[in-house]
């Protein structure tokens, strides 16, 4: 553990960014795999797809995810989307 009071300010703040982060791509993972699901499902796919596209979006904003990696995560969407 840190004896610097701005280290160990740090070490707290890093705390809480780790869960935040951990957080968003647990919820960016689970919007690909509602998509996914719905798909397999035969359901209806349009709003699940947005969903995941935008939270895709979001995350590469953020820098939580490259920019490359979105833009790979979106097209396997799109494919999936517009096969039959």
């Known amino acids: 553990m ?3 009071k701005s280290a160990k300010k740090r070490v707290l703040v890093t705390a809480d960014e780790t869960a935040s ?3 968003k791509k647990t ?3 689970n919007a690909v795999k509602n998509f996914e699901t719905a ?3 035969g359901e209806e796919t349009d709003a699940k797809y947005l969903e995941a596209v935008k939270t895709i979006d979001r995350a590469a904003t953020k820098g939580l995810i490259k920019k ?3 833009a ?3 097209s396997a969407l799109a494919k999936k989307q ?3």
Do not use: E, H, V
């Open 2 to 4: 840190a004896n610097i």
């Open 27 to 29: 919820a960016l993972k």
């Open 72 to 74: 790979r995560k979106k």
């Open 68 to 70: 490359n990696t979105a």
């Open 21 to 23: 982060n951990k957080a």
């Open 39 to 41: 798909k397999k499902n």
């Open 82 to 84: 517009a096969a039959k």
